[in-house]
């Protein structure tokens, strides 16, 4: 057995580090490789249809339940729905923590309890997980290309959406252009009224004749045998050999008064793409759902489509392909940042000569060895490599090589491992406190990530790589090196001409005039601190950036195909623009949207936007709801009990905050509805015919209408089955009128006891937590949220509020701007932390002092550089400087450690003496910065929104770092000039010893 120690014992040390690596090769084998899209809150959208019923009812019946339904469920945070006609849509969100199963259990079974107390006209409930407030992730063209164009629509709504919808990370799947397969059941009214039977009668008895319904079970043999009673008919075709009671009780077959016919039921929202018909479908991410990997699931399955179908998919958006590019260049700057802290660590080291290439070898060794085991130490901790740990993980490279330079420069000096014990207990407390105040920084920044995507990831990669640098310094580097015949690696130590004369003259200035560098560096700590105290607050979220939404409103009631034609037009107006690639356009009752694809080579997203903006849509209006760069809106909220005084107050709102000098314009987000006609009652004459008011109603609603009567099950195919008038698409008022209803006195029309007037509803009705709401939607100029909140606040002094009624600026936004407000305190957090843990390790109060004075006037050099280019304080910038405030002082504890090690503690240091200082570490000071700085440029390049944080990372890193060189040259020496005794450890008395007693 070797009896020199740990340090003497290079095979067992290397032996160790090739089984690390080894285990670490296993780990990332099965490691998570790609972008993640955490789920920070967990939303459930409930869709409930009924055709024909309108946005008051859906509201009254629908909405209203099921939003105290799944407001009841535990966790639930919010709820919001919208009410329109034939449709309610309701959100529900989850606060943090709660399990997705479990919320989709619970929200499942609210809207089947609403759903079963519905009438079966209803629509089962849609449900889906939902990435909050994410537009679609993936939008396909659909052509028929083998399949007959007529069966396009079937195809779509039986085999390609639920297909889809099946996929994991799926949410909404919407299609556009067609119509779902129905049966239709046409009544000859008077065929019908002569035989005493109603069009109520006949969807009665069908749906209650043409079904499967359980009928309990009875044993045999000693068996349990279920009892199904099995009244389906054979066929669609058989309906009409179907019997109905007539009022005569006599049976009569549906063939004598009806016709059944298969078709596809007109649809709710016509296609186009770049001005041609075209059928669409849109899939939403659910909550949680990995972008790529739904990317990649929707193009297995589009193809298997296509294969089994005949049909062609054309592919206008998809966000997950643009995320998956977004990752490949982030793990192509990740390695171009492994590279440039590897080339720099060997530029870095060696003192030149026979023996100096090898020095470059272990230190450039040094780091793809730190890196394979940081990312399985981080792979075994559950946290997977999507942009931001790989981001992390450059990034904290650079700053941990350090360590294994540092070690080197010491261990070059050591001829037998007692000496590099010696030397490595020397350097322990630097080691220990550069990674102590970046640890102790990580803690509060992990608590961030609800501020901002990836701060958690950016952590767990930093504090890996950290920790995993400095136990191989400590544990494997040693033995490593002292007894392997490799030449020990050193810090370069050639210093310049110019550099030497500069590290001079800094040195007379600390002693002749220490205060001149330590006011100009308060000085510059106070400008950055203002600088990020009156900087504007962004809380906008990013967007997409290939592609740009567009919402056109029409006049309300316009016609779905008089609103198709004119988003034709505008469609191929917007196509012909400059960069422009692909333009979709849905056309809806009174409504339309369109999505404009660019390519960003040739144009940018604000160019499209402006287009977008600016081309006439005839009878229309154009909005884009993604403010533009320069530009940010608002949401203003009027809430209350009812909508119309909720509607005047918001259009009061609108002419308030228009006149406000930053506002470019201000949108209401709602509108009258469509032109109606009501029927009114006699009721004298109702009651006189025994008619109720009730069923003439259902009756005039089915013959026009003709609503879903039930569900036909056929080969495991759901179809709807409606009952309606014959020869009444589209209804004009005269056949309303002309609906014939059975009373005691025989069959009369429906004028003989209603009356027709003019009348208008609401098109939509808005709910967010139970109450009712109108808002409007303010586009401005670049403004700090808080500023545009007190500025609406007074613009809308003198609008009196009804008592029950309230206005709520931008929720969200304000939300953004509180926790923002917040990082402040988490940043106090993070230097309290740091402070104590270098106060810990070198038992001194003075010393942390020394170390974190340099931190100020280092990060304000990134922060003055961000005002002056006019950069508002934003999520991920805020996080950046937590993040990059434990890796600023680095530079300083080499600077304090040396000085403490060279200088008596009683004296105050001479300019020999700080040049002394100052020149033995400005070779470790760049490999400590210059490292730090090589891992960081690559991110500075990133493109895309989504990669804000990773570049905000970056340059903050660089800049802070780079300017804390220069600060520990300037600060350090004139604090030892001008408070030597803040070098000082306290010293105990030791054991007997007495005041005035010499031992």
């Not at 972008?35 to 920070?40: G, I, M, V």
């Not at 997950?320 to 590897?342: D, R």
């Not at 309300?556 to 623009?577: F, H, M, N, Q, T």
């Not at 004298?684 to 039930?710: K, M, N, T, W």
Request: aromatic share 4%; net charge neutral; with cysteine.
């Amino acid at each position: 057995m070797n009896g020199r120690g740990w340090y003497g014992r290079p095979v067992a040390a290397a032996c160790m580090t090739l089984a690390i690596l080894a285990d670490s090769a296993a780990i990332l084998a099965n490691a998570e490789i790609g972008p993640r899209e955490p789920s920070s809150l967990s939303v459930f959208a409930v869709t409930i249809r009924h055709h024909g019923v309108d946005a008051r009812e859906m509201e009254r019946s629908i909405a209203m339940p099921l939003e105290d339904a799944l407001a009841s469920i535990p966790g639930s945070k919010e709820t919001s729905s919208v009410s329109e006609y034939g449709k309610t849509s309701v959100l529900v969100g989850f606060a943090l923590g709660t399990d997705g199963s479990d919320a989709y259990e619970a929200v499942r079974d609210a809207a089947q309890r609403v759903c079963d107390r519905l009438p079966r006209s209803v629509q089962r409930p849609e449900i889906r997980s939902r990435s909050e407030g994410r537009n679609p992730a993936w939008v396909a063209a659909v052509r028929a290309d083998g399949c007959p164009e007529s069966s396009l629509g079937r195809v779509l709504e039986r085999s390609v959406k639920p297909a889809l919808e099946r996929l994991a990370g799926a949410g909404d799947v919407e299609l556009a252009g067609s119509g779902r397969p129905e049966l239709v059941v046409e009544v000859d009214e008077e065929a019908a009224a002569s035989a005493g039977v109603s069009i109520l009668d006949i969807a009665s008895s069908l749906a209650g004749s043409d079904l499967l319904a359980p009928a309990g079970s009875l044993r045999l043999s000693g068996i349990t045998l279920g009892l199904v009673a099995d009244g389906r008919l054979p066929t669609a075709e058989s309906i009409n050999g179907a019997y109905v009671a007539t009022g005569s009780g006599e049976p009569v077959p549906l063939g004598a008064f009806c016709r059944v016919s298969a078709q596809d039921r007109k649809a709710e929202a016509l296609s186009r793409v770049d001005g041609e018909p075209a059928a669409t479908i849109s899939v939403s991410p659910g909550g949680g759902s990995s972008l790529p990997a739904l990317s990649r699931a929707i193009a297995r399955e589009s193809a298997i489509l296509s294969a089994e179908h005949g049909i062609r998919f054309t592919v206008l958006s998809d966000t997950g392909a643009e995320v998956a590019a977004s990752f490949m260049s982030t793990l192509s700057a990740t390695v171009q940042g492994v590279v440039a802290v590897a080339v720099a660590s060997a530029l870095l080291v060696g003192a030149g000569g026979s023996s100096a290439w090898k020095a470059r070898l272990v230190a450039v060794a040094a780091v793809p060895v730190i890196l394979v085991m940081s990312a399985a130490t981080m792979s075994s901790f559950g946290i997977g490599f999507d942009r931001h740990a790989l981001a992390g993980l450059a990034v904290g490279l650079g700053s941990a090589v350090d360590s294994v330079l540092l070690a080197s420069e010491r261990l070059g000096g050591s001829v037998s491992p007692e000496a590099g014990k010696t030397a490595m207990r020397k350097l322990a407390p630097s080691l220990a406190a550069g990674l102590a105040t970046t640890l102790a920084v990580l803690v509060p920044l992990a608590g961030l990530d609800f501020l901002s995507e990836g701060v958690a990831s950016i952590a767990g990669a930093i504090a890996s790589v950290c920790v995993v640098s400095w136990l191989a310094t400590v544990l494997l580097m040693p033995p490593l090196v002292l007894g392997s015949g490799v030449s020990p690696v050193a810090l370069s130590r050639r210093c310049p001409r110019a550099a030497r004369r500069l590290l001079a003259m800094n040195a007379r200035l600390c002693t002749e005039r220490p205060g001149i560098p330590l006011a100009a560096a308060a000085l510059l700590g106070i400008a950055g601190i203002v600088a990020v105290v009156v900087s504007p607050i962004d809380t906008s979220a990013a967007w997409d950036e290939n592609v740009v939404y567009v919402h056109v409103e029409f006049e309300p009631g316009a016609a779905i195909d008089s609103v198709d034609k004119r988003l034709a037009g505008y469609a191929v107006a917007l196509r012909s623009r400059e960069g422009v690639t692909c333009v979709q356009s849905t056309a809806r009752q009174g409504s339309g949207s369109v999505l404009a694809a660019f390519d960003p080579s040739s144009t940018s997203r604000d160019r499209v936007a402006e287009a977008a903006r600016n081309i006439e849509v005839p009878g229309g209006f154009a909005w884009v709801p993604e403010p533009s760069v320069k530009e940010r809106s608002w949401r203003l909220s009027v809430f209350g009990d009812d909508d119309a005084v909720c509607r005047r107050l918001a259009i009061d709102v609108s002419a308030a905050v228009s006149r406000l000098p930053f506002v470019i314009e201000a949108v209401l987000n709602f509108k009258d509805g469509a032109p109606g006609v009501a029927l009114r009652p006699d009721r004298e004459r109702a009651a006189a015919l025994g008619i109720d008011f009730s069923s003439a109603a259902d009756a005039v609603r089915r013959a026009v209408y003709g609503p879903v009567a039930y569900k036909r099950i056929d080969n495991g195919v759901e179809t709807d089955v409606r009952v309606t008038a014959l020869g009444k698409a589209p209804p004009v008022v005269g056949d309303i009128l002309s609906t014939l209803l059975l009373s005691s006195a025989g069959p009369v029309r429906v004028d003989a006891i209603m009356t027709p007037y003019r009348g208008q509803d609401v098109s939509r009705i808005q709910r967010l937590d139970r109450r009712r709401v109108a808002s409007i939607t303010m586009r401005s100029r670049m403004v700090d949220p808080r500023s545009a909140r007190d500025a609406v606040d007074t613009a809308v002094a003198d609008l009196r509020l009804p008592p029950g009624y309230s206005l709520e600026f931008d929720r969200d936004a304000m939300q953004v701007a509180e926790r923002l407000g917040g990082v402040g305190s988490t940043f106090i957090l993070a230097v309290v932390l740091s402070y104590m843990a270098t106060a810990a390790l070198t038992e001194s109060f003075g010393v942390p002092l020394l170390v974190m004075s340099t931190l100020p006037p280092s990060l304000a050099v990134p922060a003055l550089i961000l005002a002056a280019a006019g950069v508002p304080l934003d999520a991920a910038s805020a996080c950046a400087f937590v993040a990059v405030s434990g890796m600023a002082v680095n530079a300083s504890v080499l600077v304090v450690n040396e000085r403490r090690s060279r200088l008596d503690d009683a004296g105050r240091a001479g300019a020999a003496d700080l040049y002394a200082v100052t020149r033995a570490r400005l070779g470790s000071l760049a490999a400590t910065c210059g490292t730090t700085v090589a891992g960081a440029l690559p991110f500075l390049f990133l493109r895309g929104t989504d990669g804000a944080l990773v570049r905000s990372l970056a340059f903050v890193a660089a800049a802070g770092t780079f300017a804390s060189f220069f600060m520990a040259l300037c600060m350090i020496p004139a604090l030892a000039r001008a408070a030597p005794r803040l070098f000082h450890s306290i010293s105990y008395p030791e054991p007997g010893y007495r005041k005035g007693t010499e031992r």
